[in-house]
Antibody
Framework: EVQLVESGGGLVQPGGSLRLSCAASGFTFSSYEMNWVRQAPGKGLEWVSYISSSGSTIYYADSVKGRFTISRDNAKNSLYLQMNSLRAEDTAVYYC???????WGQGTLVTVSS | QPVLTQPSSHSASSGASVRLTCMLSSGFSVGDFWIRWYQQKPGNPPRYLLYYHSDSNKGQGSGVPSRFSGSNDASANAGILRISGLQPEDEADYYCGTWHSNSKTWVFGGGTKLTVL
């Protein structure tokens, strides 16, 4: 069974940093591209970032480019999102999702507020 | 990059069939995209339902009932999610999405809140 479990969310002040993690199991993680998608409270889905299976190719949404960094550790079956210079508008539930968004984790809530 | 437009809400009676639309913005042709559909219930992550590109290139998500199906409406330049035999548990938000290879971004519609009467 494919499982994706996010962690690392929480309350952070504007300008602060957080690192999200996504632990994958039930599939050969190293063979799959991965994504981060977020959803602000009461709002729709917004794609954040993509990483290829090897980590060599990375894309970001314009809204996070230069502030967020996606990475992965295939030996640990883990995906990460380093978020710096956080803003109030980054407040959302952050989901990790497999390549074609066919499997999603339960999400982790990030709240940016003073 | 393309914009996907969905009606904000739709309602239908239990047992009925519904067509949820996902309109592609001008300058883009629905036939060039693989439209994916997701169902989200309150407090839960999105659930992948299916994708549709053409009748010969489509796929169902794992465990998704066959009463959920996809198609295109070329005249409306829209992707379509059809749900037949509506059940109370189908009440949810439905999102369409697609990967735009030129801009290297995922694009989502704003979602349709489906109410089952």
């Amino acid at each position: 069974e494919v499982q994706l479990v996010e962690s690392g969310g929480g309350l952070v002040q504007p300008g602060g940093s957080l690192r999200l993690s996504c632990a994958a199991s039930g599939f050969t993680f190293s063979s799959y591209e991965m994504n981060w998608v977020r959803q602000a409270p009461g709002k729709g889905l917004e794609w954040v970032s993509y990483i290829s299976s090897s980590g060599s190719t990375i894309y970001y949404a314009d809204s996070v480019k230069g502030r967020f960094t996606i990475s992965r550790d295939n030996a640990k079956n883990s995906l990460y999102l380093q978020m710096n210079s956080l803003r109030a508008e980054d407040t959302a539930v952050y989901y990790c999702a497999r390549v074609w968004l066919d499997y999603w984790g339960q999400g982790t809530l990030v709240t940016v507020s003073s | 990059q393309p914009v996907l437009t969905q009606p904000s809400s739709h309602s239908a009676s239990s047992g009925a069939s519904v067509r949820l639309t996902c309109m592609l913005s001008s300058g883009f042709s629905v036939g060039d995209f693989w439209i994916r559909w997701y169902q989200q219930k309150p407090g839960n992550p999105p659930r992948y339902l299916l994708y549709y590109h053409s009748d010969s290139n489509k796929g169902q998500g794992s465990g998704v009932p066959s009463r959920f199906s996809g198609s295109n409406d070329a005249s409306a330049n829209a992707g379509i999610l059809r749900i037949s035999g509506l059940q109370p548990e189908d009440e949810a938000d439905y999102y369409c999405g697609t990967w735009h290879s030129n801009s290297k971004t995922w694009v989502f519609g704003g979602g349709t809140k489906l109410t089952v009467l």
